[in-house]
């Protein structure tokens, strides 16, 4: 049986990691209600931009980004965290990714990897690599994200990309997120109706003009919301997951500490009996 030397020293060791591990919830809990508040922020901005586009598609059918073309090669964009201790949240990630990949063959995909978790996965994996983002995660300035977003849509137009996927994780509550994937590049046309085909529409500027500033800021509007949704998804499963490990921390305490009372008791009860036997036999 341990000594009561061995259990305390247990105790001390399982109460530090507990207090690292409310510590790190905590700090997660901070982080996650800034996340959340700018990605619903640009959750609905990204909705109407979108609504446009799909508007002005049923006017400019000759905008390259809608271009459908026979695919040789599909850039799959994988968005995961820099940090692990999120619970399934990275597992979750990586088995979609794999279902996706296990349908596409080898010499047609390019990755494009956000985030150490993702580029640590991948690395051993027979895909190659094509672009890889690193400490992103509440870090990634409106800069980065723009030149991100850019150098997509110049691979696609530079037809390096035929089509462009992105896959990443959607924040809906701290209990719940879901999983994404969707096409980012080729832009999906619209399908007109009868009554669509005879609207008369007056622009001004030009369809052309107004196509080519509002795409320019549809698509770092959008890398924007994939990375701040995915961020706070991150730090939701963060908080379930510290916070799991702060109870499973508590009740090994109380049962360790049974235990430290069980072997005290017994070490009192046989230093009695080691007493009274000296006594009788003086």
């Given at each position: ?47 109407k ?27 799959f ?5 820099d ?5 399934s ?13 296990q ?19 991948f ?16 870090k ?48 999906e ?6 009554e ?12 052309d ?10 698509f ?9 949704q ?8 963060r908080i379930?997951a510290m916070k ?14 049974l ?12 230093e009695?009996?080691?007493i ?7």
């Amino acid at each position: 049986m341990s000594t009561l030397r061995d259990i305390r020293s247990r105790i001390r060791s399982v109460a530090n990691i507990k207090q690292i591990t409310k510590t790190m919830e905590m700090v997660a809990a901070a982080q996650l209600r800034r996340a959340q508040e700018r990605a619903e922020q640009l959750r609905t901005y990204t909705i109407k931009i979108k609504e446009l586009i799909e508007d002005l598609s049923k006017v400019d059918k000759q905008n390259p980004l809608f271009e459908k073309r026979d695919v040789k090669k599909i850039g799959f964009v994988v968005v995961a965290g820099d940090r692990g201790l999120a619970g399934s949240y990275h597992t979750a990630i990586f088995l979609e990714a794999e279902k996706f990949l296990q349908k596409q063959p080898k010499e047609k995909i390019e990755l494009i990897l956000i985030g150490k978790k993702a580029v640590d996965y991948f690395r051993l994996k027979k895909w190659p690599i094509k672009h890889q983002v690193l400490n992103w995660g509440g870090k990634i300035t409106d800069e980065e994200v723009k030149a991100l977003a850019d150098q997509l849509v110049n691979w696609f137009l530079a037809h390096e990309l035929d089509e462009i996927y992105i896959l990443s994780t959607e924040y809906i509550s701290i209990m719940s997120r879901k999983l994404v994937l969707e096409k980012f590049l080729n832009v999906e046309k619209i399908e007109e109706t009868q009554e669509e085909y005879q609207l008369d529409y007056i622009f001004e500027p030009s369809v052309d003009e107004i196509f080519s500033q509002l795409l320019t800021r549809y698509f770092g509007i959008k890398i924007q919301n994939i990375l701040d949704q995915a961020y706070a998804a991150e730090l939701a499963a963060r908080i379930i997951a510290m916070k799991s490990a702060t109870k499973n921390a508590e009740e090994m305490i109380t049962e360790l500490t049974l235990v430290l009372n069980k072997v005290r008791q017994e070490n009192i009860t046989k230093e009695m009996i080691e007493i009274t036997s000296g006594m009788n036999k003086g």
